[in-house]
């Protein structure tokens, strides 16, 4: 898969791009990622990207030619190389490029625009945007962007939560990490991403290391019996205790019976734990 992100402070992504997880991503080639700055395409000599609102206002607003320009040579980029994967060997340019997926199939792209008024960012949305053959993600900033922008050039807008901050770069590193570790491979051997909290939707069970005692706080014994089939429900019924309590809104499912009958349990211990 491959990442493009379009900003103005590439320079923000440098510890992201060198961090475990995605750093491992890349040197195994499942991702490949990069950042443009609309600054390059600036059409002004000093390197303006920015103007000021029609209408009045206050503060200046990222001007939408640059951004057209950058995100239009990130997908011609990836374009030309992946049709000239279809003149030589596919194989080949699937390496360079570090692309998994089918061969000779039309190259499927999302183009994002992180702003406080998308539509919330979760786990699902995750999932979707790592089926993407190409992820461009673009950053906003400065008061805000010509609305040309959400209008005509991205294909959805995504916010992170419901508060603004000075720009998209955070929001999205937030989304590309989300992504990255829903590609198959990225997490590794250990294959984490299924057992995470979300990924079910379900609160993840409590987890521990050593060592087994702490200032008196002892590690559950069920989880150093090595007894497979006992930790598991250990952690299904955890997991479902402290979804009620935290995330009660997530059962708000059809619920399978295994997880009826665990919730029946916790609830009969309560009602015996309160009338001790
Ligand atoms: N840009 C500024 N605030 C944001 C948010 N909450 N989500 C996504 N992008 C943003």
């Given at each position: 898969m491959r990442i493009d992100i379009v900003s103005l402070f590439p320079e923000f992504f440098d510890a992201f791009f060198n961090h475990s997880i995605i750093k491992r991503a890349i040197e195994a080639e499942r991702l490949s990622m990069g950042v443009t700055n609309p600054r390059d395409f600036s059409h002004n000599k000093h390197g303006q990207v920015d103007d000021t609102p029609y209408g009045g206002g206050a503060g200046m607003l990222m001007m939408a030619p640059p951004i057209f320009e950058a995100v239009e040579s990130v997908i011609s980029t990836y374009e030309s190389k992946f049709n000239a994967f279809n003149l030589i060997d596919r194989a080949e340019v699937c390496d360079e490029m570090s692309l998994i997926g089918t061969p000779n199939k039309d190259i499927r792209r999302r183009?994002?625009?992180?702003?406080?008024?998308?539509?919330?960012f979760t786990q699902e949305k995750a999932r979707e945007l790592a089926t993407y053959d190409q992820l461009v993600l673009v950053c906003g900033h400065y008061e805000g962007v010509d609305y040309r922008v959400e209008e005509h050039l991205v294909d959805e807008t995504i916010s992170i939560g419901d508060y603004v901050l000075t720009g998209g770069e955070l929001p999205a590193m937030v989304v590309a990490d989300a992504v990255a570790r829903m590609i198959p491979g990225v997490l590794g051997a250990a294959g984490g991403a299924q057992e995470d909290s979300f990924y079910e939707p379900l609160l993840e069970a409590p987890q521990y290391t050593k060592p087994p005692e702490f200032r008196?706080?002892?590690?559950?014994?069920?989880?150093?019996?090595?007894?497979?089939?006992?930790?598991?429900?250990?952690?299904?019924k955890e997991s479902l205790k402290r979804t009620?309590?935290?995330?009660?809104?997530?059962?708000?499912?059809?619920?399978?019976?295994?997880?009826l009958k665990i919730l029946k349990e916790i609830v009969a211990e309560e009602s015996e734990q309160l009338s001790d």
């Open positions: 183009v994002v625009f992180m702003g406080p008024t998308g539509t919330p008196g706080w002892s590690v559950p014994d069920v989880l150093r019996s090595g007894h497979h089939k006992n930790i598991a429900a250990w952690r299904q009620r309590l935290l995330r009660p809104d997530l059962l708000e499912r059809p619920l399978t019976k295994e997880e």
